[in-house]
């Protein structure tokens, strides 16, 4: 994958009911220069499996399976492997707007 402007990190644990709503509020964004990174920190519920669905049909998004570590070092292991020349943090069972990236971007510019 070439650079991106924007890293989306999202870490992830235990949140299978809220998961596909933030992954499609994120996907479905008007600026469109990003990745998304779901880190899934070790869930015991389904959550894995919906990350990897999710890998399956956007080549926007990577997936990494880790250990439980906590919210942290999930955040941390998404910055390990991110290509944007920014980062966004977006916690599992929020969801945006689909004018969010383009906002966050033209603010940074």
């Known amino acids: 994958m070439s650079a991106v402007d924007i890293s989306v990190v ?17 996907v479905n964004q008007i600026y469109n220069s990003f990745e998304i990174l779901l880190i899934d920190d ?5 959550s894995g499996i919906i990350c990897d ?10 997936v990494v399976h880790k250990t439980n ?5 999930a955040r941390n292991e998404g910055l390990k492997i991110c290509t944007g020349k920014y980062v ?18 033209n603010k940074i510019k």
Request: aromatic fraction near 12%.
């Open 42 to 46: 070790g869930s015991t519920d389904h």
């Open 88 to 105: 966004t943090f977006i916690d599992s069972d929020d969801y945006v707007s689909n004018d969010y990236i383009e906002t966050l971007y």
């Open 10 to 26: 999202v870490p992830v644990y235990n949140v299978e009911r809220y998961l596909d709503r933030c992954i499609k509020s994120i």
């Open 53 to 62: 669905e999710w890998l399956a049909k956007d080549n926007r998004i990577k």
């Open 69 to 73: 570590g906590g919210l942290s070092s």
